[in-house]
């Protein structure tokens, strides 16, 4: 997004209305000590004061006519500058003051030139036909090229006061973007740590209804059938303690040691499914791990336990906790687990977010997850 699209134009700064109140009230005070000697004099002071007047306040509306206005301002009283005591001076210094701060984005600071080069024929032309030394003309110029200086200053601190605004509020936009991003990444991690707690809970607990029903309509175990709904009923409860165990995580709470969280994982696939689960440990912790490393590390066992319970039923798993080139979890399982769903996906998107990796796929006659962080 550019700058200019950011803020509206403002080519006059807040504080232009008191400051051309303020410079009327000063040309005002000053032409009224005028005494010039010629009547028409006082004609062209007060045309050329209404002129300025309005060309001043056209400068936040109309600055092409405005800028028309203060230069033939500038222009008429310096041509009746040379005229003893008529105070004149005043309104080229003011009306030049305000061309000075008028921005024209297309032509830069040639108007200013243009009006500058103006009124400096007008000094001469004044000086010759009231006699006035050559000290004077220049006289003139240094007053008007100082004015021209300040105005110039003047424009410069109001355009360095709108990139200001506009760097504010790109920032605030910007701020307001990271915060969306962030809560979209936060509904991403939610939804991966409930994906990993009903996935696994309520895999484990269609397993145990299928045997149930296969048992009542196949061999009439009504004993069989009632231990696999008790179990069910167990597996329920067990899922909805991890439930909240996965909200308690999400608000920070501690997260148990990987090893200790990894046993407990493998007794509870081991004592719902009845099929043999191996832990192993290779090599040991240098390090305590970072707690989101544990989280993504331990979801993704718990999503190749569920798979093989799914795809594999029966079959033995190993698994195994490897602290070599960083941490390493590794699952396998007896027979090929074909094809991949949401939960492997989320997987590889919380490894990834702590700079981790996840391969699945065969290995030999087995099916092989690996879940690793450097």
Partial sequence: MKLKALLPARPYGESGWIGRALTSGVAIAVLATARPAQNWVWGVLVTCFVVFVVGSFLMTSRQYVAFGLLTAAAIGGALVCGVDSSNSLVLVLVSMTDIAVLQFPRHSNRPVIAASTCVAA????????????????????????????????????????????????????????????????????????????????????????????????????????????????????????????????????????????????????????????????????????????????LGAAREALTNAAKHAPGQPVEVQLAYQDGVRVSVRNKGVTTGEGFGLEGMRERLALVGGTLTAGADGDDWLVVAAVE
Avoid: K, M
Avoid at 180 to 190: K, P, T, V, Y
Avoid at 198 to 217: C, D, I, N, R, T
Avoid at 231 to 256: K, Y
């Fill in 122 to 297: 007008a000094y001469a032309v004044s000086a010759w036909l009231f006699e006035r030394p050559d000290s004077w003309y220049f006289t003139q110029l240094l007053w008007t090229a100082v004015l021209v200086a300040f105005g110039l200053n003047r424009r410069q601190y109001e355009v360095q006061a709108r990139q200001t605004e506009q760097l504010l509020e790109q920032t605030r936009l910007a701020q307001s973007e990271h915060a969306r991003a962030a809560a979209l990444e936060e509904r991403g991690r939610i939804a991966r740590d409930l994906h990993d707690v009903l996935a696994h809970s309520l895999g484990a607990l269609s397993v145990q209804l299928e045997v149930a029903e296969a048992l009542l309509e196949e061999r009439g175990d009504t004993a069989g059938a009632l231990d696999r709904v008790r179990r069910s009923r167990r597996l329920a409860v067990q899922g909805l303690t991890e439930a909240r165990s996965a909200v308690a995580a999400l608000r920070a709470d501690e997260v148990p040691e990987l090893p200790a969280a990894l046993a407990a994982l493998a007794e509870q696939h081991e004592h719902d499914h009845g099929t043999a689960v191996r832990l192993s440990v290779v090599g040991e912790e240098g390090r305590g791990l970072d707690s989101g490393v544990s989280v993504a590390l």
